[in-house]
């Protein structure tokens, strides 16, 4: 009795065995066959880049104001009955000063003998002012009645609008005059050898208003 019990469970011990190889070896594909098997999310990203413009850049940038504040905004309400809507804003902002080397003319560059260069400058500008959102929040807002976003955007513009203010009134022009002359007269020196002499091109004033 024993040996024809033993030669009947040796088959499907080995059929048990060959189950459990297979199911190591393939039984993660099989899973992944399950309709009802968790797996993970696919994302699926389709774009057309398409290059529109190429623009040469002569801009030397030479100094960069960065601004902190606290901006009050408020709307005045439509109808007289409601309250004013209300946003307050912490904002961080940048604005760049800088000089447009392509308006540098040839008659802007004068070589004096042999140890004289004169160079005239173009007016200072500024480049760029901006918030810095990853540098800004909203603190609260009140009486936006469901046009709370609307609201935020004019006061974010309002803020853009402060921080080019701000930055003349800092002097920002001035001080981008002045880097200019400490990066460009060295340079020059050593490029041609002579004395650099640094000016600022004159600007005519504008007509005046008659009151």
Same mark, same amino acid.
């Given at each position: 009795?024993?040996?024809?019990? %033993?030669?009947?469970?040796?088959?499907?011990?080995?059929?048990?065995?060959?189950?459990?190889?297979?199911?190591?070896?393939?039984?993660?594909?099989?899973?992944?066959?399950?309709?009802?098997?968790?797996?993970?999310?696919?994302?699926?990203? $389709?774009?057309?880049?398409?290059?529109?413009?190429?623009?040469?850049?002569?801009?030397? !940038?030479?100094?960069?104001?960065?601004?902190? +504040?606290?901006? @009050?905004?408020?709307?005045?309400?439509?109808?007289?009955?409601?309250?004013?809507?209300?946003?307050?804003?912490?904002? *961080?902002? @940048?604005?760049?000063?800088?000089?447009?080397?392509?308006? %540098?003319?040839?008659? +802007?560059?004068?070589? @004096?003998?042999?140890?004289?260069?004169?160079? $005239?400058?173009?007016?200072? @500008?500024?480049?760029?002012? /901006?918030?810095?959102?990853? !540098?800004?929040?909203?603190?609260?807002?009140?009486?936006?009645?469901?046009? +709370?976003?609307?609201?935020?955007? +004019?006061?974010?513009?309002?803020?853009?609008?402060?921080?080019?203010?701000?930055?003349?009134?800092?002097? %920002?022009?001035?001080?981008? /005059?002045?880097?200019? /002359?400490?990066?460009?007269?060295?340079?020059?020196?050593?490029?041609?050898?002579?004395?650099?002499?640094?000016? /600022?091109?004159?600007?005519?004033? *504008?007509? $005046?208003?008659?009151?």
């Amino acid at each position: 009795m024993l040996p024809r019990l %033993i030669r009947r469970l040796v088959p499907l011990l080995i059929l048990l065995a060959l189950g459990v190889f297979l199911w190591r070896k393939i039984g993660s594909s099989l899973a992944g066959l399950n309709p009802l098997a968790p797996r993970e999310p696919q994302v699926t990203v $389709t774009h057309n880049t398409v290059l529109t413009q190429v623009e040469a850049l002569g801009k030397l !940038e030479l100094v960069r104001y960065r601004f902190k +504040d606290v901006v @009050e905004y408020k709307r005045s309400a439509k109808y007289p009955f409601l309250p004013d809507a209300k946003a307050a804003l912490i904002v *961080g902002g @940048e604005a760049v000063g800088c000089l447009d080397l392509r308006k %540098i003319r040839p008659q +802007d560059v004068v070589f @004096e003998g042999d140890s004289v260069v004169r160079l $005239t400058l173009p007016e200072p @500008e500024l480049c760029t002012f /901006q918030v810095n959102h990853n !540098e800004s929040r909203v603190f609260s807002t009140e009486n936006g009645f469901f046009q +709370d976003a609307s609201l935020v955007d +004019d006061a974010y513009r309002y803020a853009e609008a402060q921080v080019r203010k701000s930055a003349l009134q800092s002097g %920002i022009l001035a001080e981008t /005059q002045r880097n200019a /002359q400490q990066i460009l007269v060295p340079m020059l020196r050593t490029l041609t050898g002579r004395r650099v002499i640094v000016g /600022q091109r004159l600007v005519a004033p *504008g007509p $005046t208003r008659k009151m």
